[in-house]
């Protein structure tokens, strides 16, 4: 089956597989597909992300500010419907996530209108969920 739109691949560094399964898999509920002793493929919303055990210390995070909070870069996510955002919300709560910028609206009766949340992986990446009221206005200006 051939997707309508093009899925993304992306692989990012964990410190540990066994946190990165608790959390991807257990936590967020992300299929786990092929593995091997370094990595792990997951299916995030039908796109192709790979946790990449690495050794060493990790650089440090930039932020930048954005409606009074500071928005952790890099950062990654995925764009999901408001009815899906605010149940993985209530369950990263309940799963005790600690948040960077707890669930918000931003933009509300504007163009654009979205919530958003950011939290960190075990091994530190940063991730962005957001729902936007109305999908036609992901790119609104």
Not at 106 to 122: I, V
Not at 123 to 131: D, H, L, P, Q, T
Request: proline share 9%.
């Amino acid at each position: 089956m051939t997707p309508t739109i093009p899925r993304f691949h992306l692989a990012v560094p964990v410190t540990d597989l066994a946190k990165a399964r608790a959390f991807y898999g257990g936590v967020l509920g992300c299929p786990e597909g092929r593995s091997s002793e370094r990595w792990i493929d997951w299916n995030l919303y039908g796109h192709q992300f790979v946790t990449h055990l690495v050794d060493g210390p990790r650089p440090q995070a930039a932020h930048n500010p954005v409606d009074g909070h500071d928005v952790p870069v890099p950062h990654f996510g995925v764009l999901l419907t408001v009815e899906a955002f605010l149940l993985l919300a209530d369950k990263l709560q309940a799963a005790g996530t600690e948040f960077v910028i707890a669930p918000y609206r931003r933009f509300a009766g504007e163009p654009g209108e979205q919530w958003t949340m950011f939290f960190r992986d075990p091994s530190g990446n940063a991730i962005e969920v957001k729902a936007f009221a109305d999908d036609s206005q992901v790119f609104a200006t």
